[in-house]
């Protein structure tokens, strides 16, 4: 069974420094990978997906990164913000349409 | 991307009681899916529901606990059935097609009292 590991679980940094977010998995037979937001109380808000083919992807100041052989994923957030403050969740889709979800790192940016 | 409402997004429920929680998709899409997520937790599906078809229960979950609807292709429904304290969580439902992005909606807040 596929297990996802997110390191770590918390992290704070002051504003405006850059950060790296890992993700990990047991099994590299993957269709793709996942990252969401999550603000306290809400649902999740997709952020990157990146498909088992590709390296990396990147939208505004996230960038993922892909290593399927090695079973790792990162998400870079550069210049954090306050706004950046949440929890991001790692998903990878094994191709049954499931979605195994690691188990978040809560992200605190201090102004 | 998909716009995916539910509703309640909370509750407060007594033991013994059952909640039927509503997920409306802005668009057609094939499959739904439920996901749970108890406090401190990630998220873990429950079952997958096609439109036509009843729905494909995750290991651990049961159709008598965990009735579902999908009565057409934007529509679904997951009823929580007689309710215990042990089913407080966040429910989930989502959308996702083949290797396109999975989206949720808000979410529905549950406590058993």
């Known amino acids: 069974k596929q297990e996802v590991t997110q390191i770590p679980a918390a992290l704070s940094v002051p504003e405006g420094e850059n950060l790296v977010l890992n993700c990990s998995f047991t099994?590299?037979?993957?269709?793709?990978l996942q990252w969401f937001r999550q603000d306290p109380g809400k649902g999740l808000t997709s952020l990157l997906l990146i498909q088992s083919s590709q390296r990396e992807q990147t939208s505004g100041r996230l960038n993922a990164s892909l290593d399927k052989s090695s079973g790792r994923s990162t998400l870079y957030i550069a210049a954090s913000q306050p706004g950046d403050s949440a929890t991001y969740l790692c998903?990878?889709?094994?191709?049954?349409?499931?979605?195994?979800f690691g188990t978040g790192t809560r992200l605190t940016v201090i102004p | 991307s998909a716009v995916i409402s539910q509703k309640p997004s909370r509750d407060i429920c007594q033991r013994g009681t059952s909640l039927t929680i509503q997920c409306q998709v802005d668009s057609q899409v094939t499959m739904m899916f439920w996901y749970r997520q108890q406090p401190g937790q990630s998220l873990t599906l429950i079952a997958t529901a096609n439109q036509g078809s009843e729905a494909t229960y995750e290991s651990g979950f049961v159709i008598d606990k965990f009735p579902i609807s999908r009565p057409n292709l934007t529509f679904s429904t997951l009823t929580v059935s007689n309710m215990s304290p042990e089913d407080s969580s966040i429910y989930l439902c989502?959308?996702?097609?083949?290797?396109?992005?999975?989206?949720f909606g808000d979410g529905t807040r549950l406590s058993i009292l």
């Open positions: 099994d590299s037979a993957i269709y793709n």
């Open positions: 998903a990878v889709h094994t191709g049954a349409n499931n979605l195994f």
């Open positions: 989502s959308v996702g097609e083949g290797n396109q992005p999975q989206h």
